[in-house]
């Protein structure tokens, strides 16, 4: 068998020590031959088709790349997600760790109503508020449904002009506005029972007001009214007060530009008089403190709204 082997470098003719892409030699045309089923013995310097091998390279190289590429997306899609599994901390050996019992596993999950309900600072601790009155709650009642609206709050007012304690407890009309189970009840009574004389009768028309105010799980809060022209006779005041405690809102000491009958004011003062009760019905509802007075003197501000008298 004729042996096949590389060319000496330098001969005149031969091909060089390696094959290049123009001349294969050597054990590679023994190969191709073999592959296409010519004789296993032949001149190493035999011409091949080199367009025939450049092509074949270029299709097997694409063919392998494309099988790779094939493969590698096939895993990535297949592959499945796996997530780190979260680390669990060590309990501190010094620290016993203790299950809560089974009366109080619904404690802890439901949340306190008073956690879940955010009290702005400047709107009352309340769901309902309703105010009662005379012809001063029936001023001064629309120009608190503003700032009840914005804070959230169920509000109604029942104000009747000319009426007396007496008057709301002979009538029954107390009962119709516990019924809404509100959480504050506002008085404006008071100052058409100044120039009574039975005493006794007054009294206990106010103790049986705030009894049923507070009965209902409500919270009794008192304006009392402006000064008036005539004398409080039997004490009026002082019996509201007694009563309120210290929920009770310092009006007598307003003065507004009154009208004709020297009693009524006009409606830019019932909103000024609304505005300086409602931070004191914040305060009131947010925070339990001792007596306060709310009322600012009154040459700051009256004089520019043309309130003093």
């Not at 096939?74 to 997600?81: A, D, F, G, S, W």
């Not at 060590?90 to 203790?98: F, L, N, T, Y």
């Not at 509201?240 to 009958?261: C, K, P, Q, T």
Request: glycine share 8%.
């Amino acid at each position: 068998m004729e042996e096949h082997r590389l060319d000496k470098p330098g001969v005149a003719g031969s091909s060089p020590a390696f094959p290049t892409r123009d001349n294969f030699t050597g054990c590679g045309l023994v190969w191709l031959r073999r592959r296409s089923g010519g004789p296993k013995s032949g001149s190493p310097n035999l011409p091949i088709p080199t367009v025939f091998l450049d092509m074949d390279k270029r299709k097997k190289w694409a063919m392998a790349t494309a099988a790779v590429m094939f493969v590698a997306l096939v895993v990535l899609i297949e592959k499945p997600e796996t997530k780190p599994a979260p680390r669990e901390s060590a309990p501190s050996p010094s620290v016993p760790i203790r299950e809560p019992p089974p009366s109080d596993v619904g404690l802890v999950m439901a949340p306190k109503p008073s956690a879940v309900r955010r009290i702005r600072r400047d709107c009352p601790d309340a769901r309902k508020i309703v105010l009662i009155g005379d012809s001063y709650g029936e001023g001064i009642g629309p120009h608190l449904r503003r700032q009840m609206m914005a804070c959230g709050i169920e509000y109604s007012f029942d104000a009747r002009r000319g009426t007396s304690a007496t008057q709301w407890v002979r009538e029954d009309w107390i009962e119709p506005v516990l019924k809404g189970n509100p959480d504050v009840v506002i008085i404006s009574l008071g100052g058409n029972d100044f120039l009574r004389q039975d005493i006794d009768t007054v009294r206990e028309a106010i103790d049986g007001i705030a009894a049923r105010v507070r009965g209902s799980g409500a919270r009794l809060l008192w304006v009392e009214p402006l000064s008036l022209p005539y004398p409080d006779r039997i004490g009026v005041r002082g019996m509201w007060r007694r009563v309120a405690g210290n929920d009770w809102f310092r009006s007598e000491h307003l003065y507004y530009r009154r009208a004709s009958d020297r009693v009524h004011i006009s409606y830019d003062n019932y909103r000024d008089w609304a505005r300086r009760i409602w931070p004191w019905l914040v305060r009131r509802t947010q925070e339990a403190g001792g007596p306060e007075d709310p009322v600012k003197p009154c040459s700051q501000d009256l004089t520019r709204s043309g309130a003093v008298r």
